[in-house]
């Protein structure tokens, strides 16, 4: 377990960045289907109660001072209020999703027709239709200038290419092995996009994956295998506030002793659709022309 001594220059180091965020409620929220290890269709679901938690949660990023933009719920999409997965956003361009099971495949068009209506006519806007499966932020990590990608699971390495010439940045694939952790924002976190601060959890990936993790990150926090499984980390950061799923208290604890301040998030409800906080919350990276106006 990686543990770090709080000190006044080390806690100097966290600074908050006021974030943009695209969420969906979870107004249809239902486990109508099995696509991964977390979901369970005999569990019945309280819809009231997921609004309520993911209400939360949206208050919880606004009294932070971030921008939460809403992508309206579509009745035959239970699944899209896990908004992560529809696209990625980097300085203003984004590659739109294209989803491995067909039970989430038209969450593609709406996450398209959003982006198109709000940004896609600006100078800086440039929406790519995929032509490789990938499930966007799910397996998507955007650093200071690289970008960690998963694949194994859900998204196809040709697909870490294509959003190499989306985005122009170097993307580093990581394979996952453990079905628990389906997506990459299951077993890896970004703490800090300025340093590259990140945790992550190493059974979920293959040896080569570890290897590089190792290499790249050796300051890593590393979560037991019960925070892990508690979703610790399917988190948010905004560089000082970890938005973190409950249950994950000795990674609470350690984050703590890392200099950032723990917002614990409650969304039980919604895991029972294997997601939480980062799979709830898309990433709006505007280009930074876009960002000063």
Not at 136 to 146: I, M, N, Q
Not at 233 to 259: C, M, R, W
Request: proline residues 5%.
């Amino acid at each position: 377990m990686t543990s770090l001594e709080v000190t006044p220059a080390h806690a100097s180091l966290r600074r908050p960045r006021t974030r943009s965020f695209l969420m969906c409620p979870p107004t249809y929220f239902d486990v109508r289907y099995e696509i991964n290890a977390w979901m369970d269709a005999s569990i019945p679901v309280d819809t009231a109660l997921a609004i309520s938690q993911w209400e939360q949660l949206v208050a919880a990023y606004r009294a932070a001072g971030h921008r939460v933009e809403l992508l309206p719920a579509s009745p035959d999409l239970p699944d899209e209020v896990f908004a992560a997965n529809g696209a990625t956003m980097v300085d203003g361009r984004v590659l739109i999703a294209r989803f491995a099971n067909v039970e989430r495949a038209a969450e593609s068009g709406v996450h398209a027709a959003w982006h198109a209506t709000h940004h896609g006519e600006g100078a800086d806007g440039l929406i790519v239709q995929p032509g490789c499966v990938n499930e966007a932020e799910g397996d998507f990590a955007v650093l200071s200038d690289t970008i960690l990608a998963g694949y194994g699971f859900r998204t196809s390495k040709a697909a870490h290419r294509e959003l190499a010439a989306v985005t122009g940045r170097k993307v580093i694939g990581l394979e996952l092995v453990d079905p628990r952790f389906y997506h990459l924002d299951v077993a890896l976190t970004v703490l800090d996009d300025e340093s590259d601060h990140i945790a992550y959890y190493p059974p979920a990936f293959g040896a080569g994956a570890r290897r590089t993790l190792e290499r790249h990150f050796p300051d890593a926090i590393i979560p037991t295998s019960a925070d892990a499984y508690a979703f610790g980390l399917n988190a948010v950061s905004d560089g000082y506030h970890v938005f973190l799923p409950v249950g994950a208290d000795q990674l609470a604890g350690e984050l703590t002793n890392a200099g950032y301040q723990v917002v614990p998030i409650d969304l039980s409800e919604l895991r029972k659709g294997g997601g939480s906080v980062k799979c709830c919350t898309q990433e709006l990276r505007y280009a930074r022309a876009d960002k000063e106006s």
